[in-house]
């Protein structure tokens, strides 16, 4: 199926590489990194692969540094106290190993947070006795407060750390992080925020929350090439933070170089390109549209907005919470579903499976933590009002309404 598109999404579109045959309505999950981020991070890999030892050795650690240092002031965070990882599954790995916890000591999630923080604290129940304390938060929520107040209400005094969502992934919401942080602070609490999807999808100031830590992903909203997540830690934590493996260099601490900086920027072999182009892709993006960044959220939003509000219509679903909630994406509660996916199927949603084979690409989810079946679009410059006129058709067909 290609799309007849008009002339401004022609014009944006064609910065990107995706797939003209796909209703791509799911900048959230991986991200997309526009054609000329590829670009230049195919350089950056020409020039590694070129003298690969003097890259590693003298010209890496300064590219690092230079893109580190746009990243920082995009996010309001200061560089000395940020470091690059893989993606937010690794910052946020990468802390829970660091802290000392011991048996019995509680962390604090809910409902919404995403798996891979989950599967990571089961782990410390097993290894660690710790005990993992799930809150539940309704969908569709009313407002912030409903899920402050549900987050808020299990603290305890065995509580040594609450993780929460800035944006969350099963229900597109942006939860209210600084008074969680805050109050929470206020009892003796650390929080470390799961930002993956908020660079590049709100306006960010990490230095401001008052939380310890805080992941981020690059690669989603921030459109850098895979593989360019970060972490952020409060002053008081960021020589004491590791990454999960230390390399041959871990033990030489140069002059002049923080500890935070020569553990994570260098863990083995390994591309850094998507983090040295980071800083790069946001001032790609930034260009493409008049305004730069605040305008492309504000237009990203309006858009997804717009796209729930005709899905909603067209199949028949309730909004997942207040427009001001969601950034980019947007969420919607599912019927549990009927029928099983066929055998193989990728997706293991049999709806999200028959959508997919109709040429849309947005996920359908039943989460884990709280059973909740979801569909969640996202908007981005490439997107446009039609497509989310057809997903709604489809989903209407496909449902049976
Ligand atoms: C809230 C949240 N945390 C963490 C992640 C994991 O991100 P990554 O795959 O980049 O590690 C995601 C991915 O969508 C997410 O939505």
């Excluded at 969680?180 to 990490?206: C, K, N, Q």
């Excluded at 909203?221 to 041959?248: I, M, N, Q, V």
């Excluded at 997804?304 to 005709?310: E, S, V």
């Excluded at 055998?343 to 359908?364: E, M, N, V, Y």
Aim: hydrophobic share 40%.
């Amino acid at each position: 199926m290609t799309l007849a598109a008009p002339a401004e999404h022609r014009t944006l579109s064609r910065f990107w590489t995706l797939d003209p045959s796909v209703n791509f309505l799911n900048h959230g999950s991986y991200g997309a990194a526009p054609r000329a981020v590829l670009e230049a991070q195919q350089r950056v890999i020409e020039e590694m692969e070129r003298e690969p030892v003097r890259f590693m050795l003298e010209k890496m650690l300064p590219l690092l540094d230079e893109s580190r240092a746009e990243v920082a002031s995009f996010v309001g965070a200061a560089p000395e106290r940020l470091a690059f990882t893989p993606n937010a599954t690794v910052s946020l790995a990468s802390v829970l190993a660091t802290i000392d916890f011991q048996p019995g000591d509680e962390v604090l999630i809910n409902d919404h947070e995403y798996m891979s923080l989950a599967n990571e604290l089961r782990r410390l129940e097993k290894t660690r006795g710790i005990k993992v304390v799930v809150a539940p938060v309704p969908f569709p929520m009313t407002g912030p407060d409903e899920v402050a107040e549900a987050v808020l209400s299990r603290a305890t005094e065995r509580t040594k750390l609450a993780v929460v969502s800035h944006i969350t992934s099963p229900t597109a919401l942006i939860l209210p992080v600084e008074r969680i942080v805050r109050e929470l602070a206020a009892r003796g609490i650390e929080t470390m925020v799961d930002g993956a999807h908020a660079p590049g999808a709100i306006p960010l100031d990490i230095e401001s929350i008052g939380c310890a830590y805080y992941a981020g992903d690059l690669h989603k909203w921030g459109c850098s090439p895979k593989g360019a997540g970060f972490l952020w830690l409060r002053e008081d934590l960021a020589d004491h933070c590791e990454p999960l493996a230390l390399s041959s260099r871990a033990d030489t601490l140069p002059e002049h170089r923080r500890r935070l900086h020569h553990l994570f920027d260098y863990v083995g072999t390994r591309d850094c390109s998507a983090w040295i182009v980071a800083g790069e892709a946001l001032r790609h993006v930034g260009s493409l549209v008049e305004g730069g960044w605040p305008e492309i959220m504000r237009r990203n939003h309006e858009l997804a907005i717009k796209g729930r509000n005709i899905v909603c219509e067209l199949a028949g679903l309730e909004p997942g919470g207040p427009d001001e909630m969601h950034p980019a994406m947007a969420a919607m509660r599912l019927p549990p579903a009927t029928t099983q996916p066929a055998k193989g199927s990728i997706t293991g949603d049999d709806l999200w499976d028959r959508l997919l084979a109709r040429g849309f690409q947005q996920p359908i989810w039943t989460h884990p933590l709280n059973s909740l079946r979801a569909i969640r679009i996202s908007a981005h410059l490439y997107n446009r009002e039609e497509q989310y006129r057809m997903l709604g058709e489809a989903l209407r067909e496909e449902m049976g309404r």
